[in-house]
């Protein structure tokens, strides 16, 4: 059964970067699709990025030329480079498999000045 545990988040100024970073567990990690997710105070979570076994990518247009997806199969892990950041990108930060597993506990981004 595939783990996730997410890290990275933190407080930054507008316009300032953050990498998460999302360590999994399972054998079959390569396989499988990456998504990360935000889910802002008061609204539903959203998918911000995927990332395919086959390393395509996908992204939300309110993030697109600014956030990077990123995968190192030999270490399990997935990453998001956070750049030019908003306000409106706070949000609590998660990442999952397709098809989706039990949920980290997620890592605060808190864009503010």
């Known amino acids: 059964q595939v783990q996730l545990v997410e890290s990275g988040g933190g407080l930054v100024q507008p316009g300032g970067s953050l990498r998460l970073s999302c360590a999994a567990s399972?054998?079959?990690?390569?396989?499988?699709?990456m998504v990360w997710y935000r889910q802002a105070p008061g609204k539903q979570r959203e998918s911000v990025a995927r990332i395919g076994s086959d390393l395509s990518t996908n992204y939300a247009d309110s993030v697109k030329g600014r956030f990077t997806i990123s995968r190192d199969n030999a270490k399990k892990t997935v990453y998001l480079q956070m750049n030019s950041l908003k306000p409106e990108d706070t949000a609590v930060y998660y990442c999952?498999?397709?098809?989706?597993?039990?949920w980290g506990q997620g890592t605060q981004v808190t864009v503010s000045s």
């Open positions: 999952n498999v397709v098809p989706l597993v039990n």
């Open positions: 399972g054998s079959i990690f390569s396989l499988r699709a």
